[in-house]
């Protein structure tokens, strides 16, 4: 079966790093997203890799390793606002976009 | 610009009834979804369009028809809503091709009661 594994919960503190982690066993791979959703709204784009390594926007980055099935996603100078849950999706081998069920982080003051 | 807008927020129905989910996108864009979002759980994708005039089934299309009469409107239908059809739901939109970012609306949250 296909599956993807992202941690439930984080806590982190404002102004800290955080890492939140996604690994996935599925038919192929085409490509990854990362997505930000607030609690009670939409999803909303963050981040596509295809390629192994690191892409940084801001203070986001997220990283690749086809090999491993794994990917992160980094946030950088937590602020408050980035309490939300983060969700990874990867594009299998018939184009078809598998969810995980997201990691909810928790910005502590 | 709007973007994605869904049509209602919110909705209460009671078992057996049927309802239809709107959701309409100014962005001209080729793709549109129609996912589930329950606790715990990933997004599931119901039904979804790659372009006018064509529809395709997603992971779990029971109970659930949708029509891509207009590019820019995709709606999802309820036959004979079940409690188990309690959930929230979004529309999505893309560019063409599945590496394009989805763009979502609010979300209609509905109970069936």
């Known amino acids: 079966g296909q599956n993807i594994d992202q941690p439930t919960e984080m806590t982190a503190t404002e102004g800290a790093i955080v890492q939140i982690n996604c690994t996935y066993q599925?038919?192929?791979?085409?490509?990854l997203f990362w997505y930000q959703q607030h609690a009670g709204e939409a999803p909303t784009f963050l981040s596509y890799?295809?390629l192994d390594g690191l892409e940084e926007k801001g203070r986001f980055s997220s990283f690749l390793s086809r090999s491993k099935g794994y990917s992160y996603l980094l946030l950088k100078e937590l602020q408050m606002k980035d309490s939300a849950s983060y969700l990874c999706?990867?594009?299998?081998?018939?184009?078809?976009?598998?969810w995980g069920a997201g990691t909810k982080l928790i910005i502590k003051p | 610009n709007a973007g994605v807008t869904q049509t209602p927020k919110f909705r209460v129905l009671k078992t057996g009834q049927s309802m239809t989910l709107l959701c309409a996108q100014d962005m001209n864009h080729e793709y549109m979804y129609w996912y589930r979002q329950d606790p715990g759980m990933g997004l599931r994708l119901i039904h979804y369009?790659?372009?006018?005039?064509?529809?395709a089934k997603g992971e779990v299309p029971d109970g659930y028809n949708v029509s891509r009469l207009k590019k820019q409107n995709f709606l999802l239908g309820l036959e004979s809503a079940a409690p188990s059809q309690t959930s929230v739901y979004f529309c999505?939109?893309?560019?063409?091709?599945?590496?394009?970012?989805?763009?979502f609306g609010d979300g209609t949250r509905l109970s069936i009661l």
């Open positions: 369009s790659v372009g006018e005039g064509t529809t």
């Open positions: 599925t038919s192929g791979f085409n490509g």
């Open positions: 890799n295809v």
């Open positions: 999505a939109s893309s560019e063409q091709g599945e590496h394009q970012p989805q763009h």
């Open positions: 999706a990867v594009i299998d081998s018939n184009y078809q976009l598998i």
